[in-house]
């Protein structure tokens, strides 16, 4: 397998993992340079290119409230999980632990 | 700082008027965040030198529009096979009526040499391919425009509505549809040119002939019919099979009498003068001798193929 045809996989196995990864940390407000920082601290390494849009679509959808606050001198954007993007987070965590479980034993042969 | 400002109103002219405002206040304040953290980072090195590989880290503004606002196609994607089936058929009809529009006009003027001849062909088709391209892009484009058709094709779908098909030739390939649909057509459009056409013909077709080409109009429509039925239902079915076999039996017979129908053409150009009417009537009768095989290799073909779908 060539490095690009691994690189075009491990995006296609992220992208969707990636959605779940920023609503389950938007439980609590970030702000963008914050969120991505939360989630390198949790070893999900995501390029700021890719967050930012990912965020802004979640809140277009309704997935995701979002305000400006003053802060340190310079007015940011915070994101937070919405009553329906909560809903969806528990519905799409629940399916993540049934992928998981079922992916466990198939991938240890 | 001068350089976020460029990189923001590049970001921004990529953007749709109602995101540029929102999207870019936004995309300020991370970049300025991603600086100070640098800072705190590197503290030896410029403000400047790390908004310059922050910059680098998210990419071209392009890139970075796109990424909050991705382009939509024009052309949804389930359309595009009949799109560009569609667009081949009507630039190879095209291109066949300028060819035989710019020969008869060379056929007309003794004093058109080839150069004109290749330019005036060239011209005409340029100008019709652009109309028609046009014409088919914005015709595809309102196809793709309307969702709820295809939401509904598929809250309608019934696996039990798969037809059952016992050999591989029962399926029929939407290149075939088009080269029937393309020839018909183009038959069609030929047979009334002098109609519409700008007529420059120093080979003139006789009375009979030329009625007798224009009553088999109704032919070359149902054949046109029967391609559009196979563009809906994609599949030989005996009922397909059996109108086909008529069809192309009626076609075997119309250029048959066409073969025979003496004499064919009225007169001959004076450039074609190394030729004699006699010699150019039975090329004429042994062309259309040629052409009835085909639509007779299909009847024979429908036929067999008819006896393995009753069986």
């Known amino acids: 397998m060539t490095t690009a045809q691994l690189d075009k996989m491990r995006l296609e196995l992220r992208r969707g993992v990636l959605v779940l990864a920023v609503l389950g940390s938007l439980k609590a407000p970030h702000y963008g340079y ?13 390029d700021e290119g890719t967050l930012y849009p990912l965020v802004r679509r979640l809140a277009d959808q309704g997935l995701l409230d979002s305000e400006w606050r003053q802060g340190e001198g310079r007015e ?18 629940q399916e993540w632990q049934q992928l998981n479980k079922a992916l466990g034993p198939l991938l240890e042969h | 700082m001068d350089l976020l400002e460029r990189y923001l109103a590049a970001v921004q002219q990529e953007l749709p008027a109602d995101k540029q405002q929102d999207v870019t206040r936004e995309l300020k304040a991370n970049i300025l965040d991603q600086v100070d953290a640098l800072r705190e980072q590197t503290p030896e090195q410029s403000d400047e030198e790390h908004l310059l590989q922050v910059l680098q880290e998210l990419g071209p503004p392009k890139q970075m529009a796109y ?7 024009l052309i949804r994607a389930d359309l595009i096979p009949l799109f560009r089936f569609t667009l081949f058929m009507v630039l190879g009809i095209i291109f066949l009526i300028n060819l035989v529009q710019s020969t008869l006009l060379w056929l007309g003027h003794e004093q058109m040499g080839l150069l004109l001849l290749l330019k005036h062909m060239g011209s005409g088709f340029i100008g019709d391919a652009t109309l028609a391209f046009t014409a088919i892009t914005l015709g595809f484009w309102s196809m793709s425009l309307e969702q709820k058709t295809r939401c509904t094709a598929q809250q309608s779908w019934d696996p039990l509505q798969l037809p059952q098909l016992n050999h591989r030739w029962q399926r029929i390939s939407l290149s075939d549809v088009f080269h029937d649909l393309a020839t018909y057509l183009f038959l069609l459009i030929l047979i009334w040119y002098p ?9 003139e077709l006789s009375m009979g002939s030329r009625f007798l080409l224009q009553a088999f109009s109704p032919l070359l429509l149902l054949g046109i019919a029967l391609s559009l039925w196979q563009l809906k ?21 119309a250029i048959l009498i066409l073969a025979w129908t003496s004499p064919f053409f009225s007169s001959v150009p004076e450039q074609l003068s190394w030729i004699t009417a006699e010699q150019l009537e039975r090329s004429m009768t042994i062309s259309l001798l040629i052409i009835a095989l085909f639509p007779g290799w299909e009847v024979i073909r429908d036929w067999q193929r008819l006896q393995k779908v009753r069986a």
């Not at chain 1, 969120?35 to 995501?46: E, F, M, T, W």
């Not at chain 2, 109609?195 to 120093?202: D, F, I, K, Q």
């Open chain 2, 233 to 253: 239902q994609r599949y030989w079915t005996e009922a397909l099979l059996k109108c086909n076999l008529v069809l192309n039996a009626l076609l075997v017979t």
């Open chain 1, 34 to 46: 914050s969120l991505r920082k939360q989630l390198q601290d949790a070893g999900i390494d995501i």
């Open chain 1, 76 to 93: 940011r954007r915070y994101y937070q999980l919405s009553e329906v993007g909560a809903e969806l987070l528990t519905q799409l965590t």
């Open chain 2, 195 to 203: 109609l519409w056409g700008e007529v420059v013909m120093s080979v």
């Open chain 2, 67 to 73: 990424q909050f606002h991705p382009p939509q196609p």
